[in-house]
T-cell receptor, first 112, second 113 residues
Framework: NAGVTQTPKFQVLKTGQSMTLQCAQD?????MYWYRQDPGMGLRLIYY???????DKGEVPNGYNVSRLNKREFSLRLESAAPSQTSVYFC???????????FGSGTRLTVV | KNQVEQSPQSLIILEGKNCTLQ??????????LRWYKQDTGRGPVSLTI?????NTKSNGRYTATLDADTKQSSLHITASQLSDSASYIC????????????FGQGTTLQVKP
């Protein structure tokens, strides 16, 4: 089915390790986003890419970097994982920033 | 401060009953308001999107209302089904050039047989 694909679905990291979360969409959307979801809190924006070639910080960018590899792919990198980054990470895309978002199924990350 | 508050935090109803979820927001300027359904272990799925000029929008058994004057929205679910058990998230889009949605914490609905 068309949509947003995230990999991996689950990951356990040790403190200080690095990893990249992958996201790809096949809807030809211009804008892509990375969110984190923590218990009792609404989703919070980490980074977004309004269009290919651009990236901007969201509400909680510290400890993360992103790459808009091409129009389809938007990756999130944790350079040195910390327990505070234990969360569920969602990638989303939209045709434009005002339009409806399509979310991926999430990556559940645990940092020990 | 831009905020979206939802109530109740959780709700249990019997299958076949109706329910209404509430959303109050202080986001300004306001562009649109969205309701999402999030099943356990899945990403949010859009139910409705309303601009400030729209009062009501329906999607099957889901009906969202918006009062832009009082900055309140509600999501009414009619004839609930077991598959309606999920978290329902109210999201307000406050700015057209930053891509920043303000998410509520969600209301967890459990429908029991």
């Amino acid at each position: 089915n068309a949509g947003v694909t995230q990999t991996p679905k689950f990951q356990v990291l040790k403190t200080g390790q690095s990893m990249t979360l992958q996201c790809a969409q096949d809807m030809n959307h211009n804008s892509m986003y990375w969110y984190r979801q923590d218990p009792g809190m609404g989703l919070r924006l980490i980074y977004y890419s309004a269009s290919e070639g651009t990236t901007d910080k969201g509400e909680v960018p510290n400890g993360y970097n992103v790459s808009r590899l091409n129009k389809r792919e938007f990756s999130l990198r944790l350079e040195s994982a910390a327990p505070s980054q234990t969360s569920v990470y969602f990638c989303a895309s939209s045709e434009r920033v005002l339009y409806g978002y399509t979310f991926g199924s999430g990556t559940r990350l645990t940092v020990v | 401060k831009n905020q979206v508050e939802q109530s109740p935090q959780s709700l249990i109803i019997l299958e076949g009953k109706n329910c209404t979820l509430q959303c109050n927001y202080t986001v300004s300027p306001f562009s649109n308001l969205r309701w999402y359904k999030q099943d356990t272990g899945r990403g949010p799925v859009s139910l409705t999107i309303m601009t400030f000029s729209e009062n009501t929008k329906s999607n099957g058994r889901y009906t969202a209302t918006l009062d832009a004057d009082t900055k309140q929205s509600s999501l009414h679910i009619t004839a609930s089904q077991l598959s309606d058990s999920a978290s329902y998230i109210c999201v307000v889009f406050g700015s057209s050039n930053t891509g920043k949605l303000i998410f509520g914490q969600g209301t967890t609905l459990q429908v029991k047989p």
